[in-house]
Each structure stands twice: as C-alpha cells, then as structure tokens.
C-alpha cells in the first residue's frame, strides 16, 4: 500500500483543493467533491497533495493508500469525468432514456425503470446491427461504478452464449457446452 501512497497528486489547473479537518473538498469544472478522512495526515504543497501516516501500523498502511487514491480519484473526476460504457448483448435487449430515466428491456416479462442519480449524465445508443450501449458519465467515479454495477446486476453475463450486460471491452470467460 505504501508504494501508492507514497507519490504524490499533481493538482491539475482549475482545480482547488481544500484540507479541513477530516475532510477533503476538490472543486473543478465539473463540480464538487467531500471525501472524509481518519488515520492520515493530508497536506498541500507546491500544487501537489501529500498523503502521510503517523506510524507503520497496519491500520494507517491500509489507510494510507486508500485515501490517496481516492483524492487522486476526485481531482481527475472533477477535471476530466469519468465514464463507463454498458453492453446488452442479446436477442430482444433494448436501452433507451428520457432525461434521467433509463428504460432498459432485458428478456424479462417487463421492462426495468430506473431513476439515475441527477449528477449522473445517461446516453443511450442504439444502431441497427450492433448491440445497445448504455455510456454513464459524471465526475464522480463511485458513483458512476455503483450505478453500472447496479445496472450489470439485472443480467450478468452468462458463460455460454455471452447474453447479458457487460462492461464495454471486457473479457469474458467462456465455457464449452455439451458435445454430443
């Protein structure tokens, strides 16, 4: 853990940075971020954020890359965003979206609504020929993990055939079926 906590967090321009005390607020173009913080000091110098722990216990190494991390998250989030694109991958599945609204048909006996959170940014495209893709974008990459896990989880992919919702790009570990 201490290798990553170690580096420190170039603080790109147009971002500020905030130290309080438990807390980090990261504020950019794309809006705001609060992150809480315990069993680590964090300091700002020279347009870089310090992650450092008061001593080797094993709690403050945990904890020591853990939060830079998670500012390094926040000060890329709020800068550029971040984005994670979903495949539906099967016969009759379909995405489409009225403002926060994704509509997502899934080969169940209805479709599956769901309320995206207002800082989440929702697009939904659809070609013939291709496979539905649903792309989330927003400056906060918890979030935007949360709700693509969220959506994955109506229709894992299955090791067969490859049906369900899957990460743009990802791997999948296929299996052989029966042979005759």
């Known amino acids: 853990m201490s290798r990553i906590g170690n580096n ?6 147009g971002v500020t940075v905030e130290v309080k005390e438990n807390e980090v607020v990261v504020k950019g173009k794309l809006g705001e971020l609060i992150q809480e913080f315990s069993a680590v000091e964090i300091k700002i110098e020279e347009n870089q954020v310090w992650v450092t722990r008061p001593s080797d ?3 403050h190494k945990a904890k020591h890359g853990l939060y830079r991390s998670l500012v ?3 000060i890329e989030g709020v800068s550029k965003g971040w984005t994670k694109e979903l ?3 099967g016969v009759g599945y379909r995405a489409s979206n009225q403002g926060q609204k994704l509509d997502i048909a899934l080969g169940f006996s209805h479709n599956i609504v769901i309320d995206i959170a207002p800082e989440v940014k929702v697009e939904t495209v659809s070609e013939k020929g291709k496979n539905p893709i649903v792309k989330l974008t927003s400056f906060d990459k918890q979030l935007v993990g949360q709700i693509a896990a969220k959506i994955r989880g109506f229709r894992k992919p299955e090791p067969y055939k ?3 919702v899957k990460f743009v790009g990802e791997q999948l570990r296929r299996k052989a079926g029966k042979s005759a």
């Open 57 to 59: 216990s094993k709690e």
């Open 8 to 13: 420190p967090v170039a603080i790109p321009e």
């Open 72 to 74: 390094r998250n926040m």
């Open 162 to 164: 490859g049906k369900g």
């Open 87 to 89: 495949e539906l991958v």
